[in-house]
Structure formats: structure tokens, C-alpha cells
């Protein structure tokens, strides 16, 4: 094989050389042209078969080299520097709460428009979301409409599971960053990223601690009252719940005996808790993971006179639970700051779609008044990425009025003047006109 390359590159000199001198050796280049094309056809196959024979060679070295390429890719950003945001950019973006008229999502809006303004981008930051009767298709449907209006970028607290990734996949093939928090998409299919209040394998066992604190060594049952069956952070808090229980003989005297629904509906969840205390008469705690449901809960407890039998736990708002807590009725729950996770979704989803940041693990970034976070491999998920908030607080009796802020009171003292007096007992057709239905503080 090596003789006839040899021939074939003497040959390709020979007649390089017959090109340099021109016209006068036209006739010698005729008369040698049947020989060198004899030569060519000679040494073709030879060629072939060396190409044919190195190739597994080549192929084989470039998927050897290929992971090292990968992991030095990925090790520059790792320890790459810190990516600062450059303000000003003009990005359309879309706030997706699971539905309106929860306090908790209006509290992650403050935060997104806190960073808005911060980041100074000119465009509104618009707050869209369904009602609670129609969340998932609700949902599905804004983020179509978002991806067909030609918005740069969209945050959703995902209450669709994995019906929402049609949608979602459809606004990532526009162009559009898709960035999540408080509720993943279970299989991470059209996430860039999800911003997790929490680590919520973590969950789990704050709320069999509260559990544990609240009911005593001797344990006891107790029940979960959750929002939907769709809400992915709250199966995966549930499981997370269910696991520890399963595995640390720490708890091995707690008894979850049932998992029940109030859809995040104050009425529904109001009616789960007192049917849960019908059907288990030894039932000695509700542990609801939903601000809605604990809330709920405990004032179902408060009004049915149960407080001394069944306790209420979970996550819940201070400013909501702080009469439960100081009656002995919600003695401790946990929280974090909704307006620190809209705070931070915000910035993550404006370096995202703004390109001065890609979604890749362990990218570090600057969040303002939050510092410094990285974007790593969600461990509780088979497939995508997060970026954890943290922490936890656990509030008690000690803690929760503090927290709350200053409680409305009522006025003792009657005003100057003349002062009107009710007369009982006349007869009036009254309508009471709430904003809409399913929210406690319009029940109350």
C-alpha cells in the first residue's frame, strides 16, 4: 500500500511540474495522460481502502475524547466567574401562579416586581393566572397564549403535572424561557430550571419532626390534607413525608393513616378536616402542606371545639396562623419567604432570556439583595435542573407574632356624638357580595 502512495504522489508532482512550464510540453502532457490516468485508476482502490481502514480508528478516538471534552465544559462553568446581571434589558415575561387569590403567590409577585424594577427592565411584568376551579386547564391555556403573543419568557408554579409539557415544549420551540417555581414539572420535559423554595426531600422530615414535636414520643395517627392530586411539590412532599416514616425508626410511632384533597379551596379544605376527624376517632393531627388547607383546618378545629384533640401542622403563613398558634390549635408549621422565591425566579428567568446565562449545571450567578447561587442537578427528580432557595422557619408561640406583624384591633372606645343604636328584628333580604368564592378571609 505504501509503494503505490508513493506512485501517486510522484505522479501528482509530475504533472504539477508539466503545469509550471507551460504550453511547450502541451504535446508531452497528451501522450503521458492515458498512463497517468492507468496509473490513478491503479492506486484508487488503495486509497479507499486506507481511508476504510482508519476510520474506526478516527471514530473511535473522538468517543474517547468526547467526555473529556464534555466534563471540561462543564468544569469551566463550574468555576467560572460569577455571572453579574446587566440591567435594562426590555423582556416581556409572564408570572404563572397556580391560580389567584392566594395570598402566598401575590406575596412571589411583590418579589418578581421587586426585581423588575431592580433590574430595570422597561417591560410590565404580567401577573396571569386561572381561577382555582379551572387551575390546569387555566393554566395550559396561558401558557399557549403567552407563547403565541411572542413573550420572551414565562414562570409557572406548575399545577398541571406533566399535562402542562405539550404547552410548555410548544413556547420552548418559540423561543420562549421556561422557568418554574414552587411547583416543578414532574419529568422536567421544556423546564430550563426550576427554582425550589426548598429542598423537598427535606420537607418530609420537617413535617414528621412537627409531627413528632406536636403529638409526643408516643406518637399516634395523623393525616395529610393536601391542595390537588396534580400539585407536583405537594406529591413529592408527601412522598418525601412518606419515606422518612418508612426508614427512620425515629418515627416509628407516627401512624399516617390517610392523604386528602381540599383542591386549595378554603371551603373544601374546611370540610376534608371535619371529615377526617369523623372517620378516625383516634385521630390526633391534620398535617397540611398548603397555606389553604392548614388554615382551613384549623379553624374547622377552632369552630367545632377540637382544639385539645386534634391539632393542626404544615405550611402556613404567619400572618394566617398566628390566633391558631397562640390558641394551642396550630401549636407549630413552617414556612419560607414567597417573596424572596418570586424575587429569585424573577432574576434566574431575566439572565436566562436576556442569554447572559444558559441553564447549565453549575453556573454560579448573582441574585441582588439574595447573593450568590448556583444551578445544579435536581436530586429529586430523574432529570432536571434547580436552583435551591432555603430555609426553612418553624414557627411556634415564640416566634410567630413577630413574624405576623401587628394584628387589626378593634376599637373600644365609641366615637363622640350621637351615637345610633340597632333595633333588632326587622325583616330584610341581604346579599353578602364577596370578590369570589372559595377564600377564607371572605368566608370569615
Given at each position: 500500500?505504501?509503494?503505490?502512495?508513493?506512485?501517486?504522489?510522484?505522479?501528482?508532482?509530475?504533472?504539477?511540474?508539466?503545469?509550471?512550464?507551460?504550453?511547450?510540453?502541451?504535446?508531452?502532457?497528451?501522450?503521458?495522460?492515458?498512463?497517468?490516468?492507468?496509473?490513478?485508476?491503479?492506486?484508487?482502490?488503495?486509497?479507499?481502502?486506507?481511508?476504510?481502514?482508519?476510520?474506526?480508528?478516527?471514530?473511535?478516538?473522538?468517543?474517547?475524547?468526547?467526555?473529556?471534552?464534555?466534563?471540561?465544559?462543564?468544569?469551566?462553568?463550574?468555576?467560572?466567574?460569577?455571572?453579574?446581571?446587566?440591567?435594562?434589558?426590555?423582556?416581556?415575561?409572564?408570572?404563572?401562579?397556580?391560580?389567584?387569590?392566594?395570598?402566598?403567590?401575590?406575596?412571589?409577585?411583590?418579589?418578581?416586581?421587586?426585581?423588575?424594577?431592580?433590574?430595570?427592565?422597561?417591560?410590565?411584568?404580567?401577573?396571569?393566572?386561572?381561577?382555582?376551579?379551572?387551575?390546569?386547564?387555566?393554566?395550559?391555556?396561558?401558557?399557549?397564549?403567552?407563547?403565541?403573543?411572542?413573550?420572551?419568557?414565562?414562570?409557572?408554579?406548575?399545577?398541571?403535572?406533566?399535562?402542562?409539557?405539550?404547552?410548555?415544549?410548544?413556547?420552548?420551540?418559540?423561543?420562549?424561557t421556561v422557568v418554574t417555581w414552587d411547583s416543578p414539572i414532574p419529568s422536567a420535559e421544556g423546564e430550563d430550571v426550576f427554582i425550589a423554595q426548598v429542598d423537598f426531600d427535606e420537607t418530609g422530615?420537617?413535617?414528621?419532626?412537627?409531627?413528632?414535636?406536636?403529638?409526643?414520643?408516643?406518637?399516634?395517627?395523623?393525616?395529610?390534607?393536601?391542595?390537588?392530586?396534580?400539585?407536583?411539590?405537594?406529591?413529592?412532599?408527601?412522598?418525601?413525608?412518606?419515606?422518612?416514616?418508612?426508614?427512620?425508626?425515629?418515627?416509628?410511632?407516627?401512624?399516617?393513616?390517610?392523604?386528602?384533597?381540599?383542591?386549595?379551596?378554603?371551603?373544601?379544605?374546611?370540610?376534608?378536616?371535619?371529615?377526617?376527624?369523623?372517620?378516625?376517632?383516634?385521630?390526633?393531627?391534620?398535617?397540611a402542606p398548603t397555606t389553604v388547607g392548614i388554615a382551613a383546618a384549623a379553624k374547622a378545629m377552632q369552630d367545632e371545639g377540637l382544639c385539645d384533640e386534634v391539632k393542626v401542622s404544615g405550611l402556613?403563613?404567619?400572618?394566617?396562623?398566628?390566633?391558631?398558634?397562640?390558641?394551642?390549635?396550630?401549636?407549630?408549621?413552617?414556612?419560607?419567604?414567597?417573596?424572596?422565591?418570586?424575587?429569585?425566579?424573577?432574576?434566574?428567568?431575566?439572565?436566562?432570556?436576556?442569554?447572559?446565562?444558559?441553564?447549565?449545571?453549575?453556573?454560579?450567578?448573582?441574585?441582588?439583595?439574595?447573593?450568590?447561587?448556583?444551578?445544579?442537578?435536581?436530586?429529586?427528580?430523574?432529570?432536571?435542573?434547580?436552583?435551591?432557595?432555603?430555609?426553612?422557619?418553624?414557627?411556634?408561640?415564640?416566634?410567630?407574632?413577630?413574624?405576623?406583624?401587628?394584628?387589626?384591633?378593634?376599637?373600644?372606645?365609641?366615637?363622640?356624638?350621637?351615637?345610633?343604636?340597632?333595633?333588632?328584628?326587622?325583616?330584610?333580604?341581604?346579599?353578602?357580595?364577596?370578590?369570589?368564592?372559595?377564600?377564607?378571609?371572605?368566608?370569615?
Open positions: 500500500m505504501k509503494k503505490h502512495l508513493t506512485i501517486f504522489v510522484l505522479l501528482l508532482t509530475f504533472m504539477l511540474l508539466l503545469a509550471a512550464c507551460g504550453g511547450q510540453v502541451q504535446e508531452a502532457v497528451e501522450e503521458a495522460a492515458p498512463a497517468i490516468e492507468a496509473a490513478v485508476e491503479e492506486v484508487a482502490p488503495t486509497i479507499e481502502a486506507a481511508v476504510e481502514e482508519v476510520a474506526p480508528t478516527v471514530e473511535a478516538a473522538v468517543e474517547e475524547v468526547a467526555p473529556t471534552i464534555e466534563a471540561a465544559v462543564e468544569e469551566v462553568a463550574a468555576s467560572g466567574e460569577t455571572i453579574v446581571a446587566e440591567p435594562g434589558q426590555a423582556l416581556d415575561m409572564v408570572l404563572l401562579p397556580k391560580f389567584l387569590g392566594i395570598l402566598v403567590f401575590d406575596q412571589a409577585n411583590d418579589g418578581a416586581q421587586e426585581a423588575a424594577a431592580e433590574l430595570g427592565n422597561p417591560q410590565d411584568l404580567e401577573f396571569l393566572g386561572p381561577t382555582p376551579e379551572n387551575s390546569v386547564a387555566g393554566q395550559i391555556d396561558i401558557v399557549t397564549t403567552a407563547a403565541t403573543q411572542g413573550m420572551n419568557a414565562i414562570m409557572i408554579s406548575n399545577n398541571a403535572g406533566d399535562q402542562i409539557v405539550p404547552a410548555v415544549q410548544a413556547a420552548k420551540d418559540a423561543g420562549m422530615k420537617v413535617m414528621a419532626d412537627m409531627a413528632l414535636s406536636i403529638m409526643g414520643d408516643d406518637g399516634g395517627q395523623f393525616a395529610v390534607l393536601s391542595a390537588s392530586p396534580d400539585a407536583s411539590n405537594q406529591n413529592a412532599w408527601i412522598a418525601a413525608l412518606e419515606e422518612v416514616l418508612a426508614e427512620d425508626d425515629t418515627y416509628a410511632s407516627l401512624e399516617l393513616v390517610d392523604i386528602v384533597y381540599g383542591n386549595d379551596q378554603s371551603e373544601d379544605s374546611y370540610n376534608q378536616a371535619l371529615a377526617l376527624v369523623d372517620k378516625y376517632a383516634d385521630l390526633e393531627l391534620i398535617m402556613g403563613l404567619p400572618a394566617e396562623m398566628v390566633s391558631y398558634t397562640l390558641n394551642g390549635c396550630a401549636p407549630e408549621f413552617a414556612l419560607w419567604s414567597f417573596v424572596d422565591l418570586g424575587y429569585l425566579s424573577y432574576y434566574t428567568t431575566y439572565l436566562l432570556a436576556s442569554g447572559q446565562m444558559d441553564a447549565v449545571e453549575g453556573t454560579t450567578f448573582e441574585a441582588g439583595r439574595m447573593g450568590e447561587y448556583t444551578i445544579e442537578k435536581d436530586p429529586t427528580r430523574d432529570e432536571g435542573l434547580r436552583v435551591l432557595m432555603g430555609p426553612f422557619t418553624v414557627y411556634t408561640a415564640d416566634n410567630v407574632e413577630a413574624e405576623a406583624g401587628p394584628q387589626e384591633e378593634m376599637e373600644d372606645a365609641a366615637p363622640a356624638g350621637d351615637v345610633k343604636s340597632a333595633t333588632p328584628g326587622a325583616a330584610l333580604d341581604m346579599v353578602l357580595l364577596p370578590k369570589f368564592l372559595g377564600i377564607l378571609v371572605f368566608d370569615q
